[in-house]
């Protein structure tokens, strides 16, 4: 039977671009829920499967790991999912639904909001409900990098996706949250997640302990816990 997200009692946290060990500890004991790493080469971000194994290999219990990527070849994620295991697997390209669902692990959706396609709330909608089997739907700001950009988006262009109640899947917003910002853009919109990575970071793919920490503060805030 189909649940309504739109109203979870906490605010799930994952952690971007992740590339150091220190990190990823650091990320785990503040509270983070989930951790990604991109394996997009042409990414500041990029970590080679060979590290990633490393790291997802010290990764604690009830920790997600998630496995980022831009219109991969298969042999590109069966290489990732075999060496790293990801948890979760998270597409930001032009990756059609059939594609996301058939390496056999839950799949986040990334939309990146105002792409061709996605320049209103209603075609907003559509690009969603093509991937009715996705874990989440991400959204992101529409840029050349696909993702990580450090730059938000006007979140009324999902006031459609926001009325479709047990159609939806669980929401997750991305797209230049920061430790001073996120609170409010919270409080606008209930997500089910949250997904940041620039806004904690000293340098791509170089997290900064102290943003982590101000950012998973002002979600717990919000959360009331
Ligand atoms: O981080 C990257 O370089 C990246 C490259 C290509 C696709 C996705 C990428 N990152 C995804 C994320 O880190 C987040 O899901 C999201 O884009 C938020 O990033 P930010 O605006 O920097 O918080």
């Known amino acids: 039977m189909p649940a309504d997200y739109s109203q979870p009692s906490r605010t799930r946290i994952k952690i971007c671009g992740i590339t150091r060990a220190e990190d990823l500890q650091t990320a785990a004991l503040l509270g983070a829920d989930a951790v990604g790493f991109v394996f997009y080469p042409k990414s500041k971000r990029y970590i080679s499967p060979t590290d990633a194994s490393k790291l997802s290999g010290q990764t604690p219990a009830f920790i997600s790991t998630v496995a980022l990527f831009v219109d991969p070849t298969d042999n590109e994620v069966e290489t990732v999912m075999s060496l790293v295991a990801p948890s979760v697997l998270q597409f930001h390209g032009d990756e059609p639904p059939e594609q996301c669902a058939s390496y056999g692990l839950p799949y986040i959706k990334a939309f990146r909001v105002g792409a061709p396609g996605m ?74 997640a949250v997904d940041v990575s620039s806004g904690v970071e000293e340098a791509p793919g170089i997290k900064s302990a102290v943003k982590m920490r101000g950012f998973i503060q002002s979600v717990r805030q919000v959360n009331g816990d």
């Not at 950009?149 to 047990?166: A, I, N, W």
């Open 119 to 192: 320049e209103t709330p209603e075609q907003m909608t559509e690009a969603c409900l093509a991937h009715p089997y996705a874990c989440g739907w991400l959204f992101d700001t529409y840029t050349p990098a696909y993702g990580g950009s450090g730059e938000s988006f006007d979140h009324t262009m999902l006031s459609s996706v926001k009325t479709l109640g047990t159609r939806a899947r669980p929401l997750i917003l991305s797209g230049g949250l920061k430790p001073d910002t996120v609170a409010n853009a919270l409080s606008n919109f209930k997500a089910w």
